[in-house]
Antibody, heavy 115, light 107 residues
Framework: QVQLVESGGGLVKPGESLRLSCAAS????????MNWIRQAPGKGLEWVSY????????NYADSVKGRFTIYRDNAKNSLYLQMNNLRAEDTAVYYC????????WGQGTLVTVSS | EIVMTQSPATLSVSPGERATLSCRAS??????LAWYQQRPGQAPRLLIY???TRATGIPARLSGGGSGTEFTLTISSLQSEDFAVYYC?????????FGQGTKLEIK
């Protein structure tokens, strides 16, 4: 069965960086678009970024463009999100999700940005 | 950016009854519309994509409809596990956007 396991979240100060990882199993990772979607505490969902199966295409929400970078390593069945210059408003649970439509989700990793 | 508006914000329904949730897009998204369910403390789960196609393992008592700008999610004969928050999401245009959610609660 599909498994997506996020890691790398934690407490950081504004302006600092963090890298999230998502380990995928149970499907042919290299065949699928992958996504990062976040949810601020008590709030709704925001689609942060996606990357195509071969990494040819990426896209970012305006709120993170220029600060976040999505990338993947198909040999390691892993998805990443490099987050730089973090802001308080980036505080959220970050989910890794599979497919052009988010058919499968990980359990999420919490990122807290606070001084 | 396409704005997705869900109504109502909260819907109170008795178990065994039928619930209809609505979602409106600020411009046409064709049939590129998905519905997700989120229970407390859990990740969202895909229910419907393509406006009306059930995802794997989703029971037939859940159905989606609509196209263009108006969409509905109908749950017939509500069961205890159905009481949760539901989000619609368009994937016709980037940025993909979600509605603010409808909380389905037990009456």
């Amino acid at each position: 069965q599909v498994q997506l396991v996020e890691s790398g979240g934690g407490l950081v100060k504004p302006g600092e960086s963090l890298r999230l990882s998502c380990a995928a199993s149970g499907f042919t990772f290299s065949d699928y678009y992958m996504n990062w979607i976040r949810q601020a505490p008590g709030k709704g969902l925001e689609w942060v970024s996606y990357i195509s199966d071969s990494s040819s295409f990426t896209n970012y929400a305006d709120s993170v463009k220029g600060r976040f970078t999505i990338y993947r390593d198909n040999a390691k069945n892993s998805l990443y999100l490099q987050m730089n210059n973090l802001r308080a408003e980036d505080t959220a649970v970050y989910y890794c999700a599979k497919g052009r439509v988010a058919a499968d989700w990980g359990q999420g990793t919490l990122v807290t940005v606070s001084s | 950016e396409i704005v997705m508006t869900q109504s109502p914000a909260t819907l109170s329904v008795s178990p065994g009854e039928r619930a209809t949730l609505s979602c409106r897009a600020s411009q046409s998204v064709s049939s590129n519309l998905a519905w997700y369910q989120q229970r407390p403390g859990q990740a969202p789960r895909l229910l419907i994509y393509g406006a009306s196609t059930r995802a794997t393992g989703i029971p037939a008592r859940l159905s989606g409809g609509g196209s263009g700008t108006e969409f509905t999610l109908t749950i017939s004969s509500l069961q205890s596990e159905d009481f949760a928050v539901y989000y619609c999401q368009q994937y016709n245009n980037w940025p993909y956007t979600f509605g603010q959610g409808t909380k389905l609660e037990i009456k």
